[in-house]
């Protein structure tokens, strides 16, 4: 069986490292535009402290399927000798200066503590403990310490799988892939003029899914969200285990080693796939950021990023084969989880093209609830 990736984001890799695992004939097809979303992660993994998560179950159960996917899958890289993946349960704290506000959290992932135990410890913090975790926060805050959070980064776990996938005999091409069809079945990808043939083509890419589906009459919805994040370094701080931190809104905070601290994000709908550092964008991140953690005032600033959301009105992701056209796989739409779901998202498309069974019910992924074909 030969298959064609088209995108190699934290999707894509994750799907091309599991076929090929499966001793699968993969060729990876990537154009790596700019704004490339899981390039810009921030790389929180911690589905557990989000309360809008209530309003869409069908994303909790699938982020958090993701978060606990994470430790096999990072043990199944260290066995093919890929372990420069970046991935630490460094715990994150959700912080508030409303004690009633930290209660209804508490109370929240204590709830889902008790179905998913991956989830970890959860201890209340004084002000002066959580500012003991990260010293500079705002010395008004108390928090809610959950232990099982993770970071990764982006690209080093991007690297690693698509590295594995490699190892595993996974072919690589660079370039801009358009699909070809015959008689409502996919055939394969032309790429610079050439034409590769494949028995099925998964569709991993990321923002820009809606050029690769035109051409086949299938309208998936899916529109970029600009996100700019900002890399700080905070000279003569160990920031290698330093929490996570998640103020309740759309900003955060996400300590890397070597003294990073990386604070975002914007979340601009409508910029379109517009590359650029804004003013008002740097404005946003930098002000929430200092709001939280005054004490990073005196960092360097050391790089902004900007990446493309694939972000659906709906929120819930698009997974699953198209019926109309056979040897279709559809994983996109991952919104600001991408990075939690990804691997485990590229695992389920790798079982749908094999046809085996899954572990999670698909129905509410099912790209046709959008697609007009
Ligand atoms: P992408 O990573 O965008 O990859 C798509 C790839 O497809 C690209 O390389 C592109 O070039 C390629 N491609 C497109 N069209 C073609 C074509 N025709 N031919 C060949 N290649 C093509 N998630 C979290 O879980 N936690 C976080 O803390 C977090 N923070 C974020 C912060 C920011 C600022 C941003 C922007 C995102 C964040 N996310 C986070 C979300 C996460 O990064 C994304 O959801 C995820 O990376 C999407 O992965 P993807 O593989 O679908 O798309």
Redesign the pocket.
Known sequence: MKVIV????????STAYHLAREGVEVVV?????E???????????CPWISSGDDNHPDLYTL?NA?ACYYPSLISMLGQDGETNVSYRLVGAMAVNSDEAKLDAIEQMVRKRQSETPEVGEIRRLSPAEAQALFPPLNSGLGAVYVTGAA??D?KLM?DALNRAAQKHGALYQS?????EAKDGKVVG?R?KGQFISADAVVV??????S??LEPLGIDVSIVP?????IHLEVPGHDTSNWPVILPQNDH?L?SFDHSRVVV???RETGAGFDYRVTTSGVKEVLDKALSIAPGLANGTLKEI??????FGKELSPLIGLVPSMEGLVI????????????PY?GLTAANLVLGNELDLDLTPFNPLRKVTV
């Open positions: 088209v995108g190699a984001g934290i999707v894509g890799a097809v990537d154009y790596l535009h704004g490339q979303a899981t390039a810009a992660g921030a790389g929180i993994v982020a993701g970071r990764v982006g991007r370039g801009e892939a358009d699909l990808v790429v991993t890419a990321g923002a820009w899914i050029k690769v969200q600009r996100g700019q994040i955060y996400v975002g994000a914007t990023r900007i990446g493309f959301r694939p994983a996109n739409g991952l919104g600001a989880s991408g990075l939690t779901m990804g998202v």
